[in-house]
């Protein structure tokens, strides 16, 4: 006897659409939707249109929710906030995708009023959904990987205990760093900078505005495409699952007398001057050579 599909309606606030575009190129999309079922999504064909689901009530499972909100945001001439209340007390859970979704992101410079995500502006707590808090998973990222999204929702299927960090992100994926498994580790650990974008070789945190020490995901971990990864491509951490992204000035690293202003997670400031005194008296030929090879 087939199991019955579980019922998803995803959607999209005051956004960009890059979690769709993300999660379109899930490479087992078609043993996904094996287990479950799109009653709406704005970019796979559904069995509802979104005017359904604002006049009908549409049995759903789970309720998955894109882009930033406003109180002033309307879908098909209805609120988005009505629209999340009118389906949020008949689902399963809640999960937002995106960094705009969880804490506002960029569009919380938008030209609407009180822009944020569904539970933080940035990382401070709102109250306007705040009964449907518990049924809620955070899933940040600009955007998120497509993995991170079919992997949470399936643990959703098989009823698991997703284990939650205090932004409602699950543990499994962001309770380390970016930092943890970056390819440039034996560069970040003798200081030595790289000092052009794209080069395999050196560390981005010194000088390149890298935020991967202090940046929960697990972006070196679950590798992009199975291949890469914005650190091992060459490109400096962005800090996109962070509440505060986006900072800006992304490719310089703000220093208060050579000091970097962020450092990473759980280093003290004296830590981390004794560290780089010490590691600054080494010199690793072999590391600052392969900064100068073709």
Known sequence: ?????????????????????????????????????????????????????????????????????????????????????????KVQK???????????????????????????????????????????????????????????LYSIEKKRAIELDSLLRPKEFFAYTVHNGCTRNEYFEYKIDNHQFGKKEGCMFYDHGCHAPYT??????????????????????MGCTEPTFPKGDFFHTKKNMGIPQYLPFGVAKRTYLTLAGITKAFHIKRLEEDLFDD
């Open 1 to 89: 006897m087939l199991s019955k599909k579980l019922k998803i309606l995803w959607l999209t606030a005051i956004t960009c659409n890059g979690n769709t575009h993300s999660f379109l190129n899930y490479p087992h999309l078609d043993i996904f939707m094996d287990t479950f079922e799109f009653i709406y999504h704005p970019s796979i064909d559904s069995a509802y249109t979104l005017n359904d689901i604002i006049n009908k009530e549409i049995a759903c499972d789970i309720l998955i929710i894109e882009g930033s909100i406003s109180t002033e945001y309307i879908k098909a001439d209805a609120p988005i906030v009505d629209i999340i209340n009118k389906y949020a007390s």
């Open 216 to 237: 929960h995901g697990s972006c070196n971990k679950i590798l992009w495409n199975e291949v890469n990864s914005k650190t091992r491509a060459g490109l400096s951490c």
């Open 94 to 152: 809640i999960v937002t995708v995106g960094t705009c979704a969880s804490f506002g992101g960029m569009f919380r410079e938008s030209d609407y009023k009180d822009t944020t995500g569904l539970h933080f502006d940035k990382e401070r707590p709102t109250s306007l959904f705040e009964h449907i808090k518990e049924k809620t998973i955070s899933l940040s990222g600009c955007p998120v990987h497509p993995d991170i999204i079919a992997n949470t």
